[in-house]
Structure formats: C-alpha cells, structure tokens
C-alpha cells in the first residue's frame, strides 16, 4: 500500500502507521457496527416505551483508560522515531543544504573542505544525490514562503520556514531515483516544484560532484 521504503527510518515509520491503522480500523468497525445495530434493534415502535438510564460507571472507566493506554503507548513509540530523525546525526555523516524557493530546491554541497558559504560549494537546482548507506544531514532552509520537504520512499516530510534552518537526517538504504516533492501549497506553481534524488555508491556521488562543479 506504501510507496517502497529506501531509508533507515522508513521501516520503523511504516511499522506505526500500520499499528495505527489497525487499532483505529478495529475501533472504527466495532464503534460503526454498534452504532448500526442499536439504530435497527431499538428502533421506534408503538409497542415500545423509553426508559431513562443514568450509564454504567464500570464500562466509562474502560472506556476511558484503554484509549489513554494505547495514546500514551503511541505518545511514546512516536516520539522515539521522531527524536532519531531530528536529533544528532553519526559523525560520518555528509552534509547537503536545501534551500527551498517559489518554485524549486536549491541543493548545495559544501565541497572538499566541507565548510558552506566558500568558492568549493557545489551548487545544483532540483537534483540531488546521495551515497548509498551513508547517513545525510539536510539543513533546510527556505527563501520565500513555507514549503515542505517531501521524498515519500525515505519517509521523510519537513517544512521548510523562512528565518529558520531546519535539520533532518536520513541514511537512504536502496539505489535509484526518487521524487522531491513539495507538500506544501506554496502558490501558483506549487505543483511543478518537483526535485529528484538519486541513491547511488559513494564513487559515483564523487564523480557527479567534480562533474557538476566543472559545469558551474
Ligand atoms: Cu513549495
């Protein structure tokens, strides 16, 4: 039903929505069915007089701990994907910025002295590539309006705001290439600001770079 997973986070992200989905599609046909029976098994009848009940104060406790149970459960499985993804990211990690724009991603690597903002930056618009099972820390940034950074196989959706940079980091797991997408509406081109990742070995990502810093 998912789109194919090509992250370290993706596995466990998938695994909560699932568990999401259950419990909520298990209540939602018990509360549904319930619902429908007691329409049709107490409908109107002449025969039939109302009687006023006051509740069951057994079936409210239940009724009330098992969700706070299973949210609070949920609270805390949810919270640790999210601090993986947001928190410190392994000292190997390589670093890319993208700064979003009405209507596109623009990607800069920091070059070979792995410092931003000096003349061996590599700069590309709405491609980027990454090394295959090596973790990336993406610093996002945005010029104008608030966008959303968005590459469904890695699972990874964040806004991108102006005034604020923003940190994720991923380790894409599977080669190939990828959509960005903007899961924002950010205006009237919203729709064509469309990027594309590409997973390849690190020797390639190499190569890619020296040959995009000589086509500057
Ligand atoms: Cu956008």
């Given amino acids: 039903m998912l789109p194919e997973s090509a992250s370290s986070v993706a596995p466990q992200i998938d695994h909560l929505f699932y568990v999401i989905l259950w419990i909520t599609g298990f209540f939602f046909f018990v509360v549904e069915g319930a619902l429908l029976y007691f329409v049709i098994r107490y409908r109107t009848h002449p025969a039939r007089k109302a009687v006023y009940s006051h509740g069951n104060n057994t079936l409210e406790i239940i009724w009330t701990i098992v969700p706070a149970v299973i949210l609070i459960w949920l609270t805390f499985s949810s919270q640790r994907v999210w601090a993986r993804i947001h928190g410190q990211a392994p000292k190997n990690?390589?670093?890319?910025?993208?700064l979003a724009e009405q209507f596109a991603w623009n990607i800069r690597y920091p070059g070979p002295d792995r410092q931003f903002d000096t003349p061996d930056d590599i700069a590309t618009i709405n491609q980027m590539h990454l090394p295959l099972d090596r973790p990336v820390v993406v610093w996002l940034k945005s010029k104008d309006v608030i966008h959303s950074f968005f590459i469904p196989q890695f699972r990874i959706k964040q806004d991108a705001l102006p005034g604020r940079t923003g940190q994720v980091w991923v380790k894409p797991t599977r080669p190939g290439q990828y959509e960005i997408a903007c899961a924002e509406l950010c205006g009237l081109g919203h729709y064509r600001?469309?990027?594309?990742?590409?997973?390849?070995s690190q020797e390639q990502l190499d190569r890619w770079l020296v040959e995009t810093k000589a086509d500057e």
């Fill in 93 to 98: 990690a390589m670093e890319v910025e993208v």
């Fill in 193 to 200: 600001m469309r990027g594309f990742v590409t997973v390849e």
